[in-house]
């Protein structure tokens, strides 16, 4: 028998200014998958990336944070690992993984990081 199908998608939004952040998006898994979904920070490398997680209709929520020299992610209100994790493959590229995929994980995912140069915060 075939899982529920969960739709994970990547906010698609352009950036001004020196840092361009992408992200590939993930359309759909069935349930009880592993999903990984890639950032690169561009030119941000002294920073981590924060990653968010939106139900259409709904407020963002802050599911965590990890930097290149962290062992471990800080964790947001009700998220935590092993579900939600982390790693990097180098300091401007991030993986966030879900695992064991749920009806209630069906939502918008993205990150973002702070630009120095720029002095804001910049998204996919």
């Given at each position: 028998m075939l899982g529920t199908?969960?739709?994970?998608?990547?906010?698609?939004?352009?950036?001004?200014?020196?840092t361009v952040v992408t992200q590939k998006?993930?359309?759909?898994?069935?349930?009880?998958?592993t999903v990984s979904i890639d950032c690169n920070l561009g030119t941000v490398t002294d920073r981590g990336a924060w990653w968010y997680k939106q139900i259409p209709g709904?407020?963002?929520?802050?599911?965590?944070?990890?930097?290149?020299?962290?062992?471990?992610?800080?964790?947001?209100?009700?998220?935590?690992?092993?579900?939600?994790?982390?790693?990097?493959q180098s300091t401007s590229d991030y993986r966030f993984t879900i695992k064991?995929?749920?009806?209630?994980?069906s939502a918008v995912y993205y990150?973002?990081?702070?630009?120095?140069?720029?002095?804001e915060y910049v998204s996919q």
């Amino acid at each position: 028998m075939l899982g529920t199908l969960c739709t994970l998608i990547t906010a698609l939004t352009c950036v001004s200014g020196v840092t361009v952040v992408t992200q590939k998006p993930v359309v759909a898994v069935t349930t009880g998958e592993t999903v990984s979904i890639d950032c690169n920070l561009g030119t941000v490398t002294d920073r981590g990336a924060w990653w968010y997680k939106q139900i259409p209709g709904g407020v963002p929520q802050f599911v965590l944070y990890f930097r290149h020299d962290w062992s471990v992610p800080n964790y947001g209100t009700g998220f935590s690992s092993p579900k939600f994790t982390s790693t990097h493959q180098s300091t401007s590229d991030y993986r966030f993984t879900i695992k064991n995929i749920e009806e209630g994980d069906s939502a918008v995912y993205y990150c973002h990081t702070w630009d120095d140069s720029v002095k804001e915060y910049v998204s996919q």
